[in-house]
Structure formats: C-alpha cells, structure tokens
Nanobody, 125 residues
Framework: QVQLVESGGGLVQAGGSLRLSCAAS????????MGWFRQAPGKEREFVATINWSGGSTFYADSVKGRFTISRDNAKNTVYLQMNSLKPEDTAVYYC??????????????????WGQGTQVTVSS
C-alpha cells in the first residue's frame, strides 16, 4: 500500500532552517508528482510547494517563494523541503502528498491521492 512518512520537523527560532523529508513507498515514485502542504491551528490546509516527476519543474506558494526549496531523489524515493529564513507564521503541521497517476505537480490539494501523517514545525519568535 502507499506510504508517505514525513520527518525532520521540530522547534526552531525565527530565521533558522529545517529540512523536511518524505519517504515514499507503494507506488512508482519516479513517475509521480509530489507536493508539500501545511495546516496551522484553526486554519485550512494550504499549498506550499510542488515538484514534477523528474524534479525539473517546481512551483511555490508566494508566502514561501525564495525561502523554501522542494527537491527529490528518485533513487531514494524521497522528496525534501528545505526551509530557510523561517518565520513564526510558518508554524504548522507539514504534509507531503502524491499525485500517483500524474507526472506534473499541482497546487490543488484535491488533486492529490495520498497523504502522509504530517510533521510539526514550530517557529519561535
């Protein structure tokens, strides 16, 4: 079955960095687009970043552009989210997700088939 397991979350001070990882299994990772989303307390889940099957195309939410970088290693079946210059408003549970039948990414949560359990990121001021 499809499994997405996020790791790398934690507590960091404003201005710091974290690198999230999402280990995938149960589907053809190298043919699938991946995405990162986040959900803060009391708020709806929101798009963060997406990457196509090869890693050659990425797209970011305006709120993280220039600070976050999504990447993937198809040999390791893993997608990453490097987060720099973190702000308190980045505090949320971060989820990775897969579009298992599509090679191109999307900013729409409804277009993803499977989701991980999430990892908490807390940025203190």
């Amino acid at each position: 079955q499809v499994q997405l397991v996020e790791s790398g979350g934690g507590l960091v001070q404003a201005g710091g960095s974290l690198r999230l990882s999402c280990a995938a299994s149960g589907f053809t990772f190298s043919s699938s687009a991946m995405g990162w989303f986040r959900q803060a307390p009391g708020k709806e889940r929101e798009f963060v970043a997406t990457i196509n099957w090869s890693g050659g195309s990425t797209f970011y939410a305006d709120s993280v552009k220039g600070r976050f970088t999504i990447s993937r290693d198809n040999a390791k079946n893993t997608v990453y989210l490097q987060m720099n210059s973190l702000k308190p408003e980045d505090t949320a549970v971060y989820y990775c997700a897969v579009r298992s039948t599509y090679r191109t990414g999307s900013f729409r949560a409804r277009e993803y088939d499977y989701w991980g359990q999430g990892t908490q990121v807390t940025v203190s001021s």
